[in-house]
């Protein structure tokens, strides 16, 4: 490999090359320094494949870089027959196609780096990214190179990738296909109809033949024929079911008005006599079926989106080892029970089990909200889902997949969803009154046209025609969609994604907001909060921790980001699991730990009383001999949650469900200014759920904001669930909103935004109603022809239209790359 | 003025062939991701030099460790 001579990061300095973000200490001095191993392998790896073009392009597009996160995996399980045969389908030459969702996707340059990947990997035929979806589909030769190395190579750069979950998602693509078919067919016969009326009405004020009218009003039934049999049915279906299942919804009256009209139209043409509505009808499908289209699209978008990342934080693989105490990567499907596992420092337990060898300590955060890492060794139980901290563990897997502690809470989460009983959007709810105030008006328009006025029964059928096509409910069928398009995709942009639409009508009731402890209000990362000693010791302790990975370490790791302007020497380095570390830096003798591995004596005592006040695990520093510093480590409140959770409580009531312990919630209850009633502490998931349902039960629509498993149950049951940004995939399936910004202000955005959104919403019906009286009160007199019908339809869609993009509901966005 | 009932018929026809061949677009699934044609068109223009030489597998190139 050549070392790079041109300088191709333009990063600036004490900046990572790669990525952008800060170096850490002792790294700064290099020529092209990196955040971490991540990016320098990704750095190198872009530059020896001749994709160096990458950091042009983001420039360019003024994309914000990210850190190469990479797994380091072997995806050895990427290559295991039954995985292949589940994932992967043949093409014909002997290739294969498989959809992967990628990790770290997040600009433009993304998308040309991964596509361009075949020029690097030999064997790699073709890969189409999808930057909405972060889903990959790649074509490959299995036989000139396996998809493991493909994985690898998209892992090195930063791009982990896994197979794509969910499924269904081949009838969604043909449903999403045959809707826009239906409405290009809709949309041509439409606007070619439009041109002839366009004649005919020009015709009736100037006067016109008899043998063009008549050509052109049948060429009219004709191009209507593909919309009323191929392109409306959805509608029919529709309003039939609404019926049968006695729920009339918007599809009713559309129906109504295209069935009456086109067959008044279609005996007119036939017989020579009367008005034709061709126009107005075709229009009708063309424009319903727009919204329709538009708004299944951006719901698809969530759906694929979702379904990519729903596994990505799960169980996916396990290191089973075999006789010969080689670890093997394996799909985690293919595990049994008894199987001997190896679980690497950073992976997932794939398993419930017990510990054979091997001492380590665990994060079962996601599991049970506490956020001190357990110690564990052999012969102690571990759960599925926590995170290995420490060193390499040798599991005996007792319960896999669906029968782990994890599992049973996925159930859980399952059944909480399909319980959850349909929301009626605010415009079925009009549309019902709609209906029959429609019918009514048409018997009645009828019934004073042939008795009142005294007309013939052909006149005062024309005139009901005349009110049904007038008053069909187009304008009221778009405004709710069209608004919540617009509105939610600008949400999306600013961070806030809306899984389940009909979440943000409930916005406005919520009266209680339940929160998470660890991971939502909190960081959910151990950091040093208090420091009680000289700030240049700081660099001393982060030299003799640096090569640990113990929680501690990491901690002051994560919080002590200061350069280092010397190269200390470190050496006699010892650490004692669960006790402390000591080593020689800058010939001092060091020692980092507890109380009781650092000697403490009643000074010590005062000095440590502040750190345990405040619920904090207390790390002593000692230097030669002598206590040189106090730390408070802990789980760090988040910057804006004092700020929102004070917001919050001006309209709801807020209550914290953690499963922390009870004295810690306390304490964080009371920081937050929130009164010790409002704290739960040491509740299991379970508990959290019937809190849940307890709350909406009585009368209380609640909203529950969280991150972890432990969460989930509770979020689906919530009236409103919001996950926050970082949470596990399976909060994200269990909530309604996800957050895909840091911190806990978006959430205060998303009441303000949804409130301002069914503002719009609520304006695009009454205005569509407001047409309809208006169009009904002149049909009633018989002063609407075809003509005004084909006017004012358009118009009021339009302007309704109109509203939906000018009203202000998500704030605009700041401005992102790509 | 006759002309029209061959010609809007013709016009028709034409229309015909454009919606069919939208059909098959949509079957042939270029409608399908409408958003990263957009971005993509920004970067085909970007140069970047076939190599030669076999590139180097992933796990070769580890070697971040070694500066310092």
Redesign the interface.
Known sequence: MTRPTEPRGRAAPGRCVHCGLPVPPGRRDDPEPFCCNGCAQAYRLLHDWGLDGYYALRERQGAPGAPARTSGRSFAAFDDPAFLERHARELPGGRRRIQLYLEGVHCAACVWVVESLPRAVEGLVEVRLNFATHLAEVDWDPAAVPLSAVARALDAIGYSPHPRQGSGQAERQAEDRALLIKLGVASACAMNIMLIHGALYAGDAQGMSESFTQFFRWVSLVLSLPVMLFSAPAFFRGAWAGLRQRLPHMDLPVSLALLGAFAYSAVATVTGQGPVFFDSLTALVALLLGARYLQQRAQRLAIERHEGLRRANLVEFARRLGADGVAVEVPAETIAAGDRLEVRPGELIPVDGVVLDGRSTLDQAVLTGEPEPIPVSAGERVFAGATNLGAPLTVRAHAVGAATRVGALLALVDEALAARPPIVQLADRWSRIFVVAVLALAALTGAWALLGEGLTATAALERVVALLVVTCPCALGLATPVAMTVGLMRAARAGIFVKNPGAVERLPAIRRVLLDKTGTLTEGAARVVLWDGDATLAEQVLALEAASIHPIAQAFRRSWDKPVRVVRPVDEVNETAGAGIEGRVDGRRLRVGRPGFVAIDAQAERRLAPALAAGLSPVLVEVDGALAGVAGIGDRLRADAAATVAELSRFAEVQILSGDHPAVVARVAASLGLPPAAAHGGLSPEAKRDRVAESTAGGWPTMMIGDGVNDAAALALGDVGVAVHGGTGASQVAADVLLTRAGLAPVLELFTGGRRLLGVVRRNLIFSLVYNLCGASLAFLGLVGPLGAALLMPMSSLTVILSSMVGPSFRAPRRRGA | ?AL??IL??LA?LV?GV??AL??WA??A?Q??????PA??I??DD??????EE??????D?????E??
């Open positions: 003025m029209i009932f809007l018929p028709l229309a454009m919606v939208f059909v949509v079957r699934g409608f399908d991701d409408l958003e990263t971005v993509r920004l970067l970007e140069p970047a030099p076939r190599r076999p590139p180097p597998t992933p796990t190139s580890q070697r971040e460790g500066r310092s």
